[in-house]
T-cell receptor, first 113, second 113 residues
Framework: GAGVSQTPSNKVTEKGKYVELRCDPISGHTALYWYRQSLGQGPEFLIYFQGTGAADDSGLPNDRFFAVRPEGSVSTLKIQRTERGDSAVYLC???????????FGAGSRLTVL | EDQVTQSPEALRLQEGESSSLNCSYTVSGLRGLFWYRQDPGKGPEFLFTLYSAGEEKEKERLKATLTKKESFLHITAPKPEDSATYLCAVRGAGGTSYGKLTFGQGTILTVHP
């Protein structure tokens, strides 16, 4: 597609529920990144994929967070047993290669009640 | 660990009043310093990449400069449509990942007519 697409744009869930956030990168981009942005803060790195494999998952805060990219294109960020502190905007970005400029999507706003 | 600090946190200008935003960084082997613009409810939008001290880039009313410790984003004769959050990020060569960007917390710029 023309840009990075993220769905849903808005997700409200209850504490303890499971959530999936989807990212559809720009066609042909091999690198894909997930960031989390809290109100008034800059984006915080979570994980990045080069192709199908996670090249760096050092930013995932704990084992409730997991991300996959099985075919090297679409990626899903999965959050188990959500907590109120998980509320944030989750941004996805892609780039042609890991050395290139990142293009961001509009984000998925997650609210945990 | 790569670190980025931006100042000021917020800046209010009158239309036409030029000013500068600061980005101080520490990084193990700079592989690029990036400036992004972010409008409310949207993802960051790429502005510039700088790679070496002394490098400068310009786009309309914006000019980015780089030294070994900091970068400045100069805004000349700003207009209300320049109002946004400006984010600075670095890509380092340290660790196992060359891909990820480390962001600062951003500077919120408001330009009054």
């Amino acid at each position: 597609g023309a840009g990075v697409s993220q769905t849903p744009s808005n997700k409200v869930t209850e504490k303890g529920k499971y959530v999936e956030l989807r990212c559809d990168p720009i066609s042909g981009h091999t690198a894909l990144y997930w960031y989390r942005q809290s109100l008034g803060q800059g984006p915080e790195f979570l994980i990045y994929f080069q192709g199908t494999g996670a090249a760096d998952d050092s930013g995932l805060p704990n084992d409730r967070f997991f991300a996959v990219r099985p075919e090297g294109s679409v990626s899903t960020l999965k959050i188990q047993r959500t907590e109120r502190g998980d509320s944030a905007v989750y941004l996805c970005a892609s780039s042609p290669d890991y050395k290139d400029v990142l293009t961001f999507g509009a984000g998925s706003r997650l609210t945990v009640l | 660990e790569d670190q980025v600090t931006q100042s000021p946190e917020a800046l209010r200008l009158q239309e036409g009043e030029s000013s500068s935003l600061n980005c101080s960084y520490t990084v193990s082997g700079l592989r690029g310093l990036f400036w992004y613009r972010q409008d409310p409810g949207k993802g960051p939008e790429f502005l510039f990449t700088l790679y070496s001290a002394g490098e400068e880039k310009e786009k309309e009313r914006l000019k980015a400069t780089l030294t070994k410790k900091e970068s400045f984003l100069h805004i000349t004769a700003p207009k209300p449509e320049d109002s946004a959050t400006y984010l600075c990020a670095v890509r380092g060569a340290g660790g196992t990942s060359y891909g990820k960007l480390t962001f600062g917390q951003g500077t919120i710029l408001t330009v009054h007519p």
